[in-house]
């Protein structure tokens, strides 16, 4: 069982990052049942990544060594990145593309990071379910952060596509699109890939890595909301 101190530890990360996006959502804020729709389906995509990841590692070790350095980089940017920003971005796409809410290019910042906050908070209360209170505070610090920054990412080039889209420019919004999903998988990975090697030299790049990123991620979220555009006029 988690004590009630481990569930609001667990809990508490994602509810905080929510505030910090939402008040940057200036123009109009979201309807509370589109928003609710991707926490729970993001949620749900941690039962996918986890049965997903065991097939691919089942499949890649009968081939290569798991204690080699191309397992490591398969197995963190494939097996993890891949699939588990796939999908999120899965649920965003589904859940949103359409909706007549989204009719502003930050909504799609909104949108994705609450659709990670689902996939974090779930990932989060399992850790801590199996690891115990420790986990949940070092993961607060660590990986719910890193799962809001990938969003942030995914969130900026799905709002970009969605307004070539609304420009009819079909060959950016392919591009945006592709940027949407490319992204995420390469800053999840190298994230995950730092702290799985072993080698104490990745740690370092791992903290300067991990600062760097979260800093730009957060002033391009900044840049979006300060001009936040209309998608139809």
């Known amino acids: 069982m988690i004590g009630t101190l481990a569930l609001e530890l667990a809990v508490i990360p994602s509810i905080v990052l929510f505030i910090i996006i939402w008040r940057h959502d200036k123009v109009e804020k979201e309807p509370a049942k589109l928003l609710w729709a991707l926490f729970f389906f993001g949620a749900l995509t941690t039962v996918s990544a986890m049965i997903l990841g065991r097939l691919g590692q089942a499949v890649v070790t009968s081939f290569i060594d798991e204690e080699s350095m191309l397992f490591i980089l398969i197995d963190n940017f494939l097996l993890t990145a891949l699939i588990e920003e796939g999908g999120k971005f899965t649920v965003l796409k589904l859940k949103t593309w359409k909706h007549p ?11 994705a990071v609450v659709a990670s906050l689902g996939f974090a908070t779930a990932e989060n209360i399992l ?27 995914m969130g900026c080039y799905y709002g970009y596509a969605k307004f070539a889209e609304s420009r009819g420019d079909i060959r950016r919004r392919k591009h945006y699109m592709r940027l949407a999903l490319i992204i995420p998988i390469l800053t999840h990975g190298f994230y995950d890939f730092c702290l799985s090697t072993g080698y104490d030299a990745f740690i370092i790049v791992f903290l ?25 006029q």
């Open 101 to 111: 809410a989204f009719n502003y290019t930050f909504d799609a910042v909104v949108y």
């Open 127 to 153: 850790y801590v379910g199996i690891y115990g209170i420790g986990n949940a505070l070092l993961r607060a610090l660590t990986a719910v952060p890193s799962h809001v920054t990938d969003a942030i990412f």
């Open 208 to 232: 300067v890595y991990d600062i760097v990123i979260t800093i730009h991620a957060f002033r391009l979220m900044k840049k979006l909301s300060e001009t936040d555009t209309p998608l139809y």
